[in-house]
């Protein structure tokens, strides 16, 4: 009998700190600090954001689409990763997008050190500045897992922390292109910050021989070409987070952040 108390108060503990981990995780909390998490709730702009890359070849066929579309959108990007493929972050910033800061290999930073948060920051601005000529100020933590001191670490080093506004479509989990944009196109509204995907948590498919499953993004190829048509056909248009942060949105293109 003691032995089943004890197991069902550890899982109403375990339950507990689960809810209060997931409360304080949502991107509108300003608990831990101030964070960007949309942007003007009366204007038709939307900023397109996307995670976890560069991953080629699916990284490049999300640009081809953006030039096409003439949208610029931002890239959070992971260090270890831009340092394997410069190329395409390079590209990036060529092409307009702006870019941001997504760690160094997409660890859960709450489990970091100040220093070690830091240095996953540093790192990967220098790996950002050597491919592509940017110092970024904008910081996305993986997972948008955040405390204070991840929080004062990025804020110290003169970053603002991007979230997100709309549910994410979870792309993560491989669903079709069609399920992916109905889930953004649901919920997308005035100054909705979007947040896809072009790579796997900085996984390097392309280098290390994985199953190509696992950075597969083919749907959100797909499905950025849909979100884009069917938001246009709304009256929106694109911006990049500094666009959306200096309040230009009437611009229909900016350089990255530098």
Not at 6 to 24: G, Q, R, T
Not at 51 to 79: C, M, S
Not at 158 to 173: A, F, H, I, N
Request: glycine share 6%; net charge positive; hydrophobic share 40%.
């Amino acid at each position: 009998m003691i032995a089943l108390r004890i197991a069902v108060v550890a899982a109403l503990l375990s339950a507990a700190a689960f809810l209060a981990y997931e409360h304080f995780e949502q991107p509108a909390n300003q608990v831990f600090g101030r964070t960007l998490t949309r942007g003007p709730s009366n204007e038709r702009v939307i900023a397109l954001t996307y995670d976890d890359g560069p991953n080629p070849p699916y990284t490049d066929r999300i640009l081809d689409v953006l030039e096409r579309e003439r949208v610029h959108a931002t890239f959070f990007l992971v260090g270890r990763a831009v340092q394997a493929y410069p190329e395409v972050a390079r590209r990036e910033a060529r092409d307009g997008d702006a870019l941001g800061n997504h760690s160094w290999d997409h660890s859960h930073l709450i489990v970091y050190p100040s220093s070690g948060v830091t240095a996953s920051i540093q790192q990967t601005d220098a790996a950002i500045h050597a491919a592509a000529g940017v110092h970024t100020r904008l910081f996305r933590p993986p997972f948008g897992a955040r405390d204070w001191i991840v929080m004062r670490a990025a804020q110290r080093l003169g970053y603002t922390v991007v979230m997100w506004s709309e549910p994410l479509p979870r792309d993560w989990e491989y669903p079709s292109a069609a399920q992916i944009a109905q889930r953004v196109l649901r919920v997308a509204g005035d100054g909705s910050i979007v947040v896809l995907h072009d790579g796997n948590r900085g996984e390097l498919c392309a280098q290390q021989h994985l199953n190509p499953h696992v950075c597969d993004r083919s749907a959100d190829i797909s499905a950025t070409r849909i979100v884009i048509d069917e938001l246009k056909k709304r009256g929106y248009r694109f911006v990049t987070i500094p666009e959306l942060m200096a309040g230009r949105t009437t611009r229909k293109s900016a350089r990255a952040a530098r």
